[in-house]
DNA sequence: CGAGGCCTTGACCGCGGTCAATGCCCGTGG
DNA sequence: CCACGGGCATTGACCGCGGTCAAGGCCTCG
């Protein structure tokens, strides 16, 4: 469990004087059961969250009522449409609750403040911003270049942590194969293995 | 043809009295012949290019050798690896010239000092920024969830200019298919239209 | 005219999707 | 405590999309 304010500390990302000012009510704590909905297709995203425990998943459903997730959100991640909120359009994708949670809630109008507050806030969102881009490349190239082993390789030695918690057919979702064929990868992963 | 500074003013993106400080030396002019490498894999990026004239390509080679072009930059589009220029890492892409083309050349100091002089080039270069995002958001999405035709007719759809200005291999690599596959796929839909 | 780049077409094949059956684990309720 | 049911993983049979390889045609440019 990791406090936002907290780790925005540990982390000297904001200094301690800036963090006082940014106890405003933009910024909120919400407890989530597995299985809640924190954003669905349709509505305008207003709100960024931080996971302070538990996972969250953000994933799209297409035409024909397959999901596909775009992003896991396991501790101190950040999830959000970003498009939405910058934008103002409704929203392509659901984010809902993988396991119970704890979330840190940062309305729009905090993270701005926030910015406009401390220099190093401001830099850090950059941060993500451009850590979002390179991750986004990663995936495309994967997406693009890789069969279905070097996926679920290149997802395991990323994402160690991850596979340990969510069902296989979640991560079969997210590496853009099906559950049956992710099975049969894994199968043929351990036989040459011992 | 469409100068940087002119492209800037026109759409309102920076004051003209903030233009003329912009004419440091950290801008300047670029003239390449098609094939022009501006970029190579290994190389730190420490420029972006906005196209007056031309048209640019972003692409990765992959470990079996292969092409995989990620963006097209056609005129008034800016172009770079944000990742290599953010991070200071060696870039994995290659980005050179598909068209004789004219470049408007953006050192990184040019970028930084237009953002604290000019709040319009600030909030212009988060747009990129998000838009960016957007963009690659869409590119996931199709590449986990459409097939070849569906892929081809998006494209068409986005990109209706850049269709004619190149080979149809270069379009074939953007969508992650063969150059044969994209053939039948043409060739089926003018079957099934007439 | 010849050479090389590009598109097309055909034959073949393999990866991964689909569909269906089975088994396992686990939570729920009789 | 056991029976049942539902969710998930596995496995097999089958198939189709798209990749591979090779041949042929067309255009441009030297």
Same mark, same amino acid.
């Given at each position: 469990?990791?406090?936002?304010?907290?780790?925005?500390?540990?982390?000297?990302?904001? %200094? #301690?004087?800036?963090?006082?000012?940014?106890? =405003?009510? !933009?910024?909120?704590?919400?407890?989530?059961?597995?299985?809640?909905? &924190?954003?669905?297709?349709?509505?305008?995203?207003?709100?960024?969250?931080?996971?302070?425990?538990?996972?969250?998943?953000?994933?799209?459903?297409?035409?024909?009522?397959?999901?596909?997730?775009?992003?896991?959100?396991?501790?101190?991640?950040?999830?959000?449409? %970003? #498009?939405?909120?910058?934008?103002?359009?409704? =929203?392509? !994708?659901?984010?809902?609750?993988?396991?119970?949670?704890?979330?840190? &809630?940062?309305?729009?109008?905090?993270?701005?403040?926030?910015?406009?507050?401390?220099?190093?806030?401001?830099?850090?969102?950059?941060?993500?911003?451009?850590?979002?881009?390179?991750?986004?490349?990663?995936?495309?190239?994967?997406?693009?270049?890789?069969?279905?082993? #070097?996926?679920?390789?290149?997802?395991?030695?990323?994402?160690?942590?991850?596979?340990?918690?969510?069902?296989?057919?979640?991560?079969?979702?997210?590496?853009?194969?099906?559950?049956?064929?992710?099975?049969?990868?894994?199968?043929?992963?351990?036989?040459?293995?011992?």
């Amino acid at each position: 469990m990791s406090n936002f304010h907290d780790y925005l500390r540990d982390k000297a990302l904001v %200094r #301690s004087e800036h963090l006082e000012q940014l106890c =405003s009510s !933009y910024l909120s704590n919400r407890v989530v059961k597995k299985g809640t909905f &924190v954003l669905m297709k349709g509505e305008v995203c207003k709100q960024t969250f931080f996971v302070e425990s538990g996972l969250l998943r953000l994933y799209s459903i297409d035409s024909k009522g397959k999901e596909h997730i775009i992003q896991f959100a396991p501790e101190t991640w950040f999830v959000s449409d %970003r #498009s939405s909120i910058y934008f103002g359009k409704p =929203s392509e !994708y659901f984010i809902d609750a993988i396991e119970d949670s704890e979330l840190a &809630v940062l309305d729009n109008h905090y993270i701005d403040t926030a910015i406009s507050i401390s220099p190093e806030f401001r830099t850090y969102n950059e941060y993500l911003l451009q850590n979002h881009i390179r991750h986004l490349h990663n995936r495309v190239n994967m997406l693009i270049g890789a069969d279905a082993q #070097s996926r679920y390789l290149e997802f395991m030695s990323l994402y160690p942590n991850i596979i340990q918690r969510v069902p296989q057919w979640m991560i079969a979702s997210y590496l853009g194969i099906t559950p049956e064929s992710l099975s049969r990868v894994r199968k043929e992963l351990t036989e040459n293995k011992g």
